[in-house]
């Protein structure tokens, strides 16, 4: 049998849909809607009068298996989203299931031990990147990286590439000099679903060891001509997001710190929390970060300067 046009209509809805949500996250909301559905009808209706009430158990279910905090509250992030998209009434925000929640986060809270590299520390990590990089190549390379990440908050899924075999990041035809300035199309980024992108203008500094102008002139001149990604090896292969992890905890173990406590997001929160600390007010900040809510103040770390 051909199928209807109402069939036709979910299909291109669920398209759209889907182009909504980074890919990551479409999937795991789509497992967790199975996973609620799945339990819904195992549930022996003479048990409950309300879909709510199923849902606490589910809750409840979560929590006596020992999942985080954070599985559950995606979990039900997944169940709220099918939930609003068939335009039924979003039960994972009951009082009581908040309660449940703030009681495992009571309970259970994890501290996040990322550190940020606010500008003093940018300066000393590019210091040792010559004892750490096997050619001068290799420094231009990372001395460029590390400056745009700070100065631009870039987060590492808007700068490399995720493996040798996918490309991403930022893009050769994405950043040039514009009258002395560093102009960078981000084309996609994760508070930007919908690829409408984003320009960054990045001016000279008067340190010139972390100058991203000027850095961005030296890695210029010694880059292959290639299309493709803009951060590559001599070789011409893409600079991934392991390699990037890699070099940053070489060149902070290098200076006596612990790695742990670091890792590519740490250009991203030191961004933020530099700016906290020169004085500059919310509005920059967010828009600095590319945040658009009052999540921007889980960055600004200045007690773990």
Same mark, same amino acid.
């Given at each position: &049998? ?6 036709? !209509? ?15 996250? $479409? ?5 967790? $809607?199975?996973? $609620? &559905?799945? =339990?819904?009808? +195992? ?26 905090? @954070? ?9 709220? =989203? ?11 925000? *009951?009082?009581? #299931? ?11 809270? *994890? ?35 590390? *400056? ?8 590492? !899924?808007? !700068?490399? @590439? ?53 850095? =961005? ?16 090896? !001599?070789?011409? +292969? ?14 902070? @173990? ?21 700016? *906290? ?13 590319? $945040? ?12 773990? #300067?």
């Amino acid at each position: &049998m051909p199928p209807t046009s109402v069939e036709f !209509s979910i299909a291109r809805i669920s398209k759209w849909l889907s182009m909504s949500l980074a890919d990551k996250t $479409w999937h795991a909301y789509i497992a967790s $809607w199975n996973e $609620w &559905m799945k =339990f819904k009808t +195992s549930f022996p209706k003479e048990h409950y009068q309300r879909d709510s009430d199923v849902l606490l158990s589910f809750v409840l279910e979560q929590v006596e298996a020992q999942y985080s905090l @954070s599985a559950i509250t995606k979990k039900l992030a997944g169940i709220s =989203f099918f939930l609003k998209v068939q335009g039924e009434a979003d039960i994972t925000k *009951s009082f009581l #299931v908040k309660q449940i929640l703030r009681g495992v986060g009571r309970i259970t809270r *994890s501290v996040d031990i990322r550190r940020p590299i606010t500008l003093s520390l940018l300066k000393d990590l590019v210091s040792v990147l010559p004892q750490i990089c096997y050619s001068r190549f290799e420094t231009m390379l990372f001395t460029l990286l590390f *400056s745009v990440s700070f100065f631009g908050a870039l987060r590492v !899924s808007e !700068s490399v @590439s995720q493996s040798k075999r996918s490309p991403g990041g930022i893009g050769s035809e994405d950043i040039h000099l514009v009258e002395g300035k560093l102009k960078i199309i981000l084309k996609k980024s994760k508070t930007d679903k919908v690829g409408r992108g984003t320009t960054i203008w990045l001016g000279n500094s008067t340190e010139q060891s972390i100058c991203p102008v000027l850095a =961005f002139r030296h890695y210029q001149q010694v880059r292959p001509c290639l299309p493709g990604p803009f951060f590559i090896h !001599s070789d011409g +292969s893409f600079l991934t997001r392991f390699q990037f992890v890699k070099i940053l905890k070489g060149a902070v @173990s290098k200076l006596d710190i612990p790695p742990d406590h670091y890792n590519t997001h740490s250009f991203h929160i030191g961004a933020a929390t530099q700016a *906290s600390l020169m004085g500059l007010g919310e509005e920059f900040i967010k828009r600095l970060g590319r $945040w658009n809510s009052s999540r921007y103040q889980l960055y600004v770390r200045p007690t773990l #300067v």
